[in-house]
């Protein structure tokens, strides 16, 4: 049986929102939202490869994305490797010696972004140069199993060079109280009848000063990892999931008179 899923993101006031139909569709978006993003270069400890990974979102047409990752030195900096594709997505490798090194990436619609620098031992110790791991959750923030939902999130994260997210208390309340009024209404919806909208629920839930939101819906999935493995294999889904820009997150499961869980992840940038 196919499990209902939603799904909602935003930039300012570029809004895509999805049908819960089970597949996320998102409405065209203007060229203005469109965004191209790359990660620090880090270590595969275990391949000993450096790994730069850049993705284009929210563009009206294809376009070539190229990425580069560069080293470091006195003068003029040398690139020590580069690609491009068509597909919106592309991850690089190279072989690693000692130093600093940063990533370039361009889909040559004028769009083009610089990563931040990182220093590689190429060592598989190097704790600077290990993907991202999510910390162990506050027990102050979320239940058992939303923390649950945050660490799944973060690991698929890290595969993609993103940032972990940092569970916040506030963010967790705007969405917890949606999860529990779609299990009041028994509705799965991004904007409920009598009930505010994603960025109305943020600050009202007294966070403020964030650049752009997105969420993520569901209900049915019994457990953490299956609603994670359900957005993770729906692309609108997984692209709030996979979106390095995001930093903070809000997980709030709640179950309905039927024990079944209404799932509503929140994301923003701040």
Request: hydrophobic share 35%; net charge positive.
């Amino acid at each position: 049986m196919r499990r209902p899923l939603g799904v909602i993101a935003g930039l300012v006031t570029v809004a895509a929102l999805g049908a819960p139909l089970g597949t996320a569709q998102a409405a065209t978006t203007s060229e203005a939202a469109c965004r191209v993003s790359v990660a620090k270069p880090r270590l595969d400890s275990e391949a000993q490869k450096i790994t730069a990974f850049a993705v284009r979102r929210g563009c009206s047409g294809p376009a070539l994305l190229r990425i580069r990752i560069k080293r470091a030195v006195p003068g003029r900096d040398p690139v020590v490797k580069s690609g491009a594709t068509r597909d919106g997505r592309i991850t690089l490798k190279a072989g690693c010696r000692p130093g600093t090194y940063y990533a370039f990436a361009t889909d040559y619609r004028g769009h083009t972004v610089k990563s931040k620098a990182a220093k590689l031992t190429c060592s598989p110790g190097d704790a600077a140069s290990r993907p991202s791991t999510p910390p162990p959750s506050s027990g102050s923030v979320g239940t058992t199993v939303e923390n649950e939902v945050v660490r799944l999130t973060n690991a698929e994260r890290a595969k993609g060079g993103c940032e972990p997210l940092r569970h916040d208390q506030k963010l967790r309340a705007a969405a917890f109280g949606h999860s529990s009024d779609m299990a009041e209404q028994g509705k799965m919806a991004h904007k409920l009848p009598g009930r505010p909208d994603l960025q109305q629920r943020i600050e009202a839930a007294g966070l403020t000063g964030f650049r752009a939101w997105g969420e993520n819906v569901a209900w049915g999935q019994p457990s953490a990892a299956s609603v994670v493995r359900a957005w993770m294999n729906s692309s609108g889904h997984r692209a709030n999931i996979m979106n390095c820009r995001y930093n903070l997150i809000g997980v709030g499961a709640k179950k309905d008179g039927q024990g079944r869980i209404y799932w509503t992840q929140d994301f923003v940038t701040k």
